[in-house]
């Protein structure tokens, strides 16, 4: 399986972001941050628990943070 490059990433996360600007139609966006992480976070957190077969403790290290952090961020959005 091909690893998504990190610029890819930025790539489709600047489309994204460019085109919800654009789409807004004069309306002032807010707290772009928040809605770009919680985007982001959650089908990442998925797909790190769905790679190591529910092991919490490799999708925890997959993901560079601690197992408490994933558990925290797993009932945060509510991921089974």
Known sequence: MNAIKENEIASCIRKAIN??????????????YNMV???VEKPLIEIAIQHTKGNQTQAADLLGI?????????KQYQIK
């Open 37 to 39: 992480m919680h985007s």
């Open 19 to 32: 085109g919800y600007l654009n789409d807004l139609d004069g309306e002032k966006p807010c707290h772009i």
């Open 66 to 74: 601690n197992r408490n952090t994933l558990r925290q961020k797993m």
